[in-house]
Nanobody
Framework: QVQLVQSGGGLVQAGGSLRLSCLAS????????MGWFRQSPGKEREFVAA????????AYADSVKGRFTVSRDNAKNTVYLQMNSMKPEDTAVYYC????????????????WGQGTHVTVSS
């Protein structure tokens, strides 16, 4: 099994940037497609971005397309979410997740989850 530990996040002003990291241990990150999801208070967990094992395929939610970039460094067992031009509506707890299946925007396709990290965007 793989364990995921997240870092990054915090408070940023609207228009600013943050980078989240997700470090995998226990098994090589290259074995998994990786996704990022987020959840705001009172809302369901929603898909943000995903990246295939080989980095050749990425997917984004329409709400973050052009602002967020998902990437991975399999040699470092780490996946990243670079968030630019952030908006107050990006405020949420962000989760990285690993899937033994193909890239997906469905959270039920991901069997392993990070602990979550808070991101707050002030207006």
């Amino acid at each position: 099994q793989v364990q995921l530990v997240q870092s990054g996040g915090g408070l940023v002003q609207a228009g600013g940037s943050l980078r989240l990291s997700c470090l995998a241990s226990g098994r090589a990150l290259s074995s998994y497609a990786m996704g990022w999801f987020r959840q705001s208070p009172g809302k369901e967990r929603e898909f943000v971005a995903a990246i295939s094992r080989s980095t050749s395929n990425t997917a984004y939610a329409d709400s973050v397309k052009g602002r967020f970039t998902v990437s991975r460094d399999n040699a470092k067992n780490t996946v990243y979410l670079q968030m630019n031009s952030m908006k107050p509506e990006d405020t949420a707890v962000y989760y990285c997740a690993a899937s033994a299946l193909a890239v997906s925007d469905r959270f039920d396709r991901y069997g392993y989850w990070g602990q979550g990290t808070h991101v707050t965007v002030s207006s």
